[in-house]
C-alpha cells in the first residue's frame, strides 16, 4: 500500500509539473519577475551557510534535487564571485557522505571525503578566496584562478578530474555566446552519463536589450544561444525541461542540459 500511495503521488508531481510547462500565462508571470526583479539584484540577495550566493533560492533547490538524483563525486562549477555556489556544491557532497555513512553503518570522518567541488573564475579576489578557505566546506572545494577557457587552464581541471566517476558540471561565468559555446566544449566531456550540465543565465534572451547597456552580452548572443548551437552538434546531450517547468522562477530556462 505504502508504494503504491507513493506512485500515486509521484504521478501527481509530474501531472503537476507537465500542467505548469503548458500554462503560457504562468510562465509569462515568472519571466516577468525575473525583469523586474533584476533591478533591484534580487539574486544578489541571499547566503549560502554564510557566504553570499549569486542565485534565484529556486535554481537552488533544483541543484539540491539533481545532487541528490546523480550522487556527484565531483561538481565542477565556472563563476565563483563570493563562493557562495561553491559552499553550495560541498554540502550537497557533504550530505552524500553523511547519507553513504549512514546506509553503511560506518563512522563518517568529513576530513576525508572523497567528493570534490572544482570552482574557475578569472578573478579570484583575494578577500573572497580568504573567506571561502577559512570556511568549514573548504576542504572539499579546489580554486583555479584563470580564463575557463584557457586550454592550459581546461587541461589542468581535466588532470584534477581525472578518476571521478559522476561528474556535474555548472556553467556561470561570462555570459557572451561564444564563451558559453567554448565552455560546453571544453567541460561537457567530463559530464557521466545521466548527469546534467546546467548553464546559468540563458534567461538573457528572454529580457529587454536595454537591461544589459555596460554587458558584451543581450539577446541574441548569451548562453541559451549558445547553448542551441551546442545542441545541433552533440546529441547526446537534452534540454530537461521538466526543471524548469517545475521551477518557473529560473535563471536558466532551457540550461538543465542532461546527458543521455
Given at each position: 500500500?505504502?508504494?503504491?500511495?507513493?506512485l500515486?503521488?509521484?504521478?501527481?508531481?509530474?501531472?503537476?509539473?507537465?500542467?505548469?510547462?503548458?500554462?503560457?500565462?504562468?510562465?509569462?508571470?515568472?519571466?516577468?519577475?525575473?525583469?523586474?526583479?533584476?533591478?533591484?539584484?534580487?539574486?544578489?540577495?541571499?547566503?549560502?551557510?554564510?557566504?553570499?550566493?549569486?542565485?534565484?533560492?529556486?535554481?537552488?533547490i533544483?541543484?539540491?534535487?539533481?545532487?541528490?538524483?546523480?550522487?556527484?563525486d565531483?561538481?565542477?562549477?565556472?563563476?565563483?564571485?563570493?563562493?557562495?555556489?561553491?559552499?553550495?556544491?560541498?554540502?550537497?557532497l557533504?550530505?552524500?557522505?553523511?547519507?553513504?555513512?549512514?546506509?553503511?553503518?560506518?563512522?563518517l570522518?568529513?576530513?576525508?571525503?572523497?567528493?570534490?567541488?572544482?570552482?574557475?573564475?578569472?578573478?579570484?579576489?583575494?578577500?573572497?578566496?580568504?573567506?571561502?578557505?577559512?570556511?568549514?566546506?573548504?576542504?572539499?572545494?579546489?580554486?583555479?584562478?584563470?580564463?575557463?577557457?584557457?586550454?592550459?587552464?581546461?587541461?589542468?581541471?581535466?588532470?584534477?578530474?581525472?578518476?571521478?566517476?559522476?561528474?556535474?558540471?555548472?556553467l556561470?561565468?561570462?555570459?557572451?555566446?561564444?564563451?558559453?559555446?567554448?565552455?560546453?566544449?571544453?567541460?561537457?566531456?567530463?559530464?557521466?552519463?545521466?548527469?546534467?550540465?546546467?548553464?546559468?543565465?540563458?534567461?538573457?534572451e528572454?529580457?529587454?536589450?536595454?537591461?544589459?547597456?555596460?554587458?558584451?552580452?543581450?539577446p541574441?548572443?548569451?548562453?541559451?544561444?549558445?547553448v542551441?548551437?551546442?545542441?545541433?552538434?552533440?546529441?547526446?546531450f537534452?534540454?530537461?525541461?521538466?526543471?524548469?517547468?517545475?521551477?518557473?522562477i529560473?535563471?536558466?530556462p532551457?540550461?538543465?542540459?542532461?546527458?543521455?
Amino acid at each position: 500500500m505504502k508504494n503504491d500511495a507513493n506512485l500515486a503521488f509521484q504521478q501527481e508531481v509530474a501531472d503537476n509539473i507537465s500542467k505548469l510547462g503548458e500554462n503560457a500565462h504562468l510562465k509569462q508571470l515568472a519571466n516577468q519577475f525575473i525583469v523586474d526583479s533584476a533591478p533591484c539584484k534580487y539574486s544578489y540577495n541571499f547566503n549560502w551557510l554564510g557566504r553570499p550566493i549569486i542565485q534565484v533560492p529556486q535554481d537552488m533547490i533544483a541543484l539540491q534535487e539533481l545532487v541528490w538524483r546523480v550522487k556527484p563525486d565531483l561538481i565542477i562549477e565556472t563563476g565563483i564571485a563570493h563562493g557562495g555556489s561553491l559552499i553550495l556544491s560541498a554540502s550537497l557532497l557533504a550530505l552524500l557522505d553523511y547519507a553513504d555513512a549512514v546506509s553503511n553503518g560506518e563512522a563518517l570522518d568529513p576530513l576525508q571525503s572523497k567528493r570534490k567541488v572544482i570552482g574557475i573564475d578569472i578573478d579570484i579576489r583575494v578577500h573572497n578566496r580568504q573567506a571561502i578557505e577559512a570556511h568549514p566546506m573548504s576542504h572539499m572545494i579546489q580554486m583555479f584562478q584563470g580564463s575557463s577557457i584557457d586550454p592550459a587552464l581546461v587541461d589542468q581541471v581535466k588532470q584534477a578530474a581525472a578518476g571521478y566517476q559522476r561528474v556535474l558540471v555548472c556553467l556561470d561565468s561570462n555570459h557572451t555566446h561564444e564563451h558559453v559555446l567554448a565552455e560546453l566544449a571544453a567541460y561537457s566531456p567530463l559530464v557521466s552519463s545521466g548527469s546534467y550540465c546546467i548553464v546559468y543565465d540563458t534567461v538573457v534572451e528572454d529580457m529587454p536589450a536595454d537591461m544589459f547597456p555596460d554587458r558584451p552580452w543581450g539577446p541574441g548572443y548569451n548562453p541559451k544561444t549558445a547553448v542551441h548551437a551546442f545542441l545541433k552538434q552533440h546529441p547526446e546531450f537534452v534540454i530537461d525541461k521538466t526543471i524548469e517547468s517545475k521551477l518557473l522562477i529560473t535563471v536558466a530556462p532551457d540550461g538543465f542540459l542532461r546527458r543521455v
